[in-house]
């Protein structure tokens, strides 16, 4: 059996996360109809909190929650906090489609700012990938701006921070453990959302708490697979796999909520798996 490389390994386990990530926002969307979105947060982060724990007791907590930056790594967890928050608001002014456009640019981001920030080199065929992953993505949510106004520039500033987000977690991967990260999102986010959570708390019903359950889990494990993917692969070289969120998203829209996807996002969506092919080919040959 072969073994996969590093740059494979990151490949699977970003597309396995952005996986886990449409499943968990599906469980989200259900959520929020009944619940505030901070509880959400809130069980969820405390759901989190006891998976880093239990990721980082064989290492030894207390060693393993030691950072070589700590100040970076706060800053990260509570940029992932506010990340989250951005798209939120900006959902009460645009609409969903418009929204995902924009924030499609979050990769080509991350892309151009790997080489001054991180010292990686970009090689024609990523960009080639990502973006073809881009014209996919557009093709599936095929945004129609009427005029350029200032709500168009939340979910800018939202891809932004995220794109932000990936390059400080790839940053610190090159002195922390992936388990010290994981322990300093959960705990900071925790700390933060604890803030405001209680103020709006509902008692959830029996369905809720399954999603919650489900959320908080889901959650936990795809930040740890994304992670580690970036702790195996450099940040530009997984940004084609992290297109397939919408291609996944799209799925779960249809098999949840009955949202049957059109011809466009079918090519839209078989364009996003063939820019992450290609990338994976050409790795393999690099390999």
Known sequence: MTRLSPAHLGAVLTALSMLMFAVMDSMSKLLVLDYPISEALWIRYMIYALF??????????????????????AARSLL?????????????????????????????????????????????????SVLAAFAG?????????????????IPLLGAFLWA?????????ARDDAPETTLLWSAFVGLAAITCIAPWEFRWPDTTAWLLLGGVGLLGSLAHYALIKALDYAEASAVQPYGY????????????????????????????????????????????
């Open 52 to 73: 880093a724990l239990a990721m980082a007791r064989k290492g030894g907590i207390l060693r393993l929650a030691r950072s070589t930056r700590p100040w970076m790594q």
């Open 137 to 153: 993505v557009m093709l599936i949510v095929r945004p129609g701006f009427a005029e350029i106004s200032w709500p168009l520039f």
């Open 244 to 287: 397939t969120l919408l291609v996944f998203a799209t799925l779960m829209g249809w098999l949840v909520f009955g949202d049957i996807p059109g011809a466009w996002t079918i090519l839209g969506a078989c364009i996003v798996v063939l820019s992450g092919l290609y990338t994976w080919a050409l790795d393999q040959r690099k390999s």
């Open 80 to 128: 992932a906090l506010v990340e989250g928050a951005t798209f939120v608001v900006a959902f009460n002014y645009l609409p969903l489609a418009d929204t995902h456009a924009i924030a499609a640019a979050s990769p080509l981001m991350v892309v151009a700012m790997s080489a001054p920030l991180l010292g990686e080199r970009i090689g024609l065929h990523r960009w080639l």
């Open 164 to 172: 932000l987000y990936q390059i400080m977690v790839r940053f610190l």
